[in-house]
């Protein structure tokens, strides 16, 4: 089946979020900022030293960031539900919280492990075997970038499972990824180019001094949604 390409995805997206702005609007502040708020009391008192009160706040920002993940898989639904023309309200954010959160939760928990494991090995190479020298230097380079590039592997591979979940909430945590790699597989240089199509935009965001990712940042998402719709042909 021929695939939709990138300028139709985000023409579809524009015509999707038209007239709909305020709602994802709100679903992407909402993600956003309120994570920052409950971190925010952590952050009193922290410096660079490692002790307790830093400790307290890296444990602090991890569960955060866990639990945001509910949030992050709201907002998808939205623009899934806008995607596919169906009723929806702000009130959708809320949806992964009532629905099997346990899953999300524990493929967010999964998710970090997976990226984690390219890093370790690296680090540790890159401290011990590192020489402040030319070929130190190199080296490190070297480890870096195949850091990067395993772990944007890692990313494209599995950026499925949330919209899988949210569509089949018959699918257990494995399920998910399984089927995320099953679709991916030949679609990954399509999806990065998709990410990489919207540099400028993200560009011209920051210059707005981040008012303009207010638009942008939607447009993004709801793009990603056609995407994940198209692979799965639920597009008529």
């Not at 928990?109 to 020489?131: H, N, S, T």
């Not at 599995?158 to 018959?170: G, N």
Request: glycine residues 6%; proline residues 4%; contains cysteine.
């Amino acid at each position: 089946m021929t695939r939709r390409t990138t300028c139709e995805l985000k023409r579809m997206a524009r015509e999707f979020l038209t007239g709909n702005y305020a709602v994802s609007m709100a679903a992407m502040l909402t993600a956003a900022l309120l994570p920052a708020a409950v971190l925010g009391p952590f952050t009193v008192g922290i410096t660079m030293e490692f002790n307790f009160t830093m400790a307290t706040y890296l444990a602090a920002a991890f569960i955060v960031e866990v639990l945001g993940q509910l949030l992050v898989a709201g907002v998808i639904r939205i623009h899934l539900l806008l995607a596919k023309k169906q009723q929806l309200s702000y009130k959708d954010l809320l949806w992964p919280f009532f629905n099997h959160p346990d899953r999300f939760l524990l493929a967010a928990l999964l998710l970090f492990g997976i990226l984690i494991l390219p890093a370790v090995p690296a680090g540790i190479c890159m401290f011990y075997l590192a020489e402040n020298t030319t070929s130190g230097s190199i080296f490190v380079a070297a480890v870096f970038i195949a850091v990067v590039i395993a772990e944007l592997y890692i990313i494209l591979t599995f950026d499925l499972i949330y919209p899988l979940y949210i569509d089949r909430p018959e699918l257990s945590v494995m399920d998910g990824f399984r089927m995320s790699y099953t679709l991916m597989r030949g679609n990954k240089k399509r999806l990065l180019r998709l990410h990489l199509s919207f540099i400028g935009w993200q560009i011209l965001g920051i210059c707005s001094i981040g008012i303009g990712m207010l638009w942008i940042v939607p447009y993004i998402r709801q793009t990603n949604a056609n995407f994940y719709l198209d692979l799965t042909e639920q597009f008529k």
